[in-house]
């Protein structure tokens, strides 16, 4: 397994989009979780290795779109309608094997180093 890379992070005004890109080798089961300052690490979406299954935590539903490419090795997180408390690192982990709750970080076998999502008002 190669540890994930994140990349697309940045400055966006709020109501914005950003794309962020993730590396992911192997028949991987991959998520989508963001630290903000101060507060825990939580789930945001996240996604089986053949693509039919998607999940999303509440408040991104409907904003947030989770895809992969395996041809590419990359999963990507459409991010829409942003909002300033969407700001965090963002972070990309990979799991060898689907989780029974993909919302615990400790499920995932492999994590990236985060990419910094800063929304203004």
């Known amino acids: 397994q190669v540890q994930p890379v994140e990349s697309g992070g940045g400055l966006v005004q709020a109501g914005g989009s950003l794309r962020l890109s993730c590396t992911a080798s192997?028949?991987?089961?991959m998520g989508w979780f963001r630290q903000a300052p101060g507060k825990e690490r939580e789930s945001v979406a996240a996604?089986?290795?053949?693509?039919?299954?998607?999940y999303y935590a509440d408040s991104e539903k409907g904003r947030f779109t989770i895809s992969r490419s395996n041809a590419k090795n990359t999963v990507y997180l459409q991010m829409d309608s942003l909002k300033p408390e969407d700001t965090a690192v963002y972070y990309c982990?990979?799991?060898?094997?689907?989780?029974?709750?993909?919302?615990?970080?400790?499920?995932?076998?492999?994590w990236g180093q985060g990419t910094q999502v800063t929304v203004s008002s």
């Open positions: 982990a990979s799991a060898r094997t689907r989780p029974t709750d993909w919302r615990v970080p400790e499920r995932y076998d492999y």
């Open positions: 192997g028949r991987t089961f």
């Open positions: 996604i089986t290795w053949g693509g039919a299954t998607t």
